[in-house]
């Protein structure tokens, strides 16, 4: 996402769980009800937010329950997390364009954002620090 012209910076981490700071172990118990997320800061006047949400929806299956490409889990499951609360129209009405792409229910939840905690260092950034690491998003359509 950090590759969108807009986007002002990205960080990787946990939302909308139960428990406080975990850590990425704690998330792949499954116990922790955190989704794996991006914390995505852009620039409205570059990028409008159903645009950033198109972007989104490029880079996962929105139809997978519960998992994207070979990850399973919980933490895997497919959302948007709103901060501000006049982007919940937005949010879904991006859901629902995406909706009209698909025999199947789109899965992707919408929700305000309850919390959210950075995951450590080692992840941020990862395919720059990891270039040859597991990602399922063809990053090939982004440029650097």
Avoid: W
């Avoid at 959210?116 to 982004?142: I, M, T, W």
């Amino acid at each position: 996402m950090k590759r969108i012209k807009g986007v002002a910076s990205t960080c990787v981490g946990f939302a909308n769980g139960h428990v406080a700071n975990p850590t990425y172990q704690q998330v792949c118990t499954k116990t922790t009800g955190h989704a794996e997320t991006v914390k995505i800061t852009y620039d409205p006047s570059m990028i409008s937010l159903p645009d950033l949400l198109k972007e989104f929806f490029t880079t996962i299956n929105p139809t997978q329950v519960n998992r994207q490409a070979n990850d399973i889990g919980e933490q895997y499951r497919s959302g948007i997390y709103f901060s501000d609360p006049t982007d919940e129209a937005v949010c879904h009405a991006a859901v629902a364009e995406e909706q009209t792409k698909h025999s199947q229910p789109v899965a992707t939840e919408v929700k305000p954002l309850s919390c959210f905690y950075p995951a450590d260092e080692s992840h941020q950034d990862y395919l720059d620090k990891n270039p040859d690491g597991y990602c399922h998003v063809d990053l090939s359509r982004f440029k650097k």
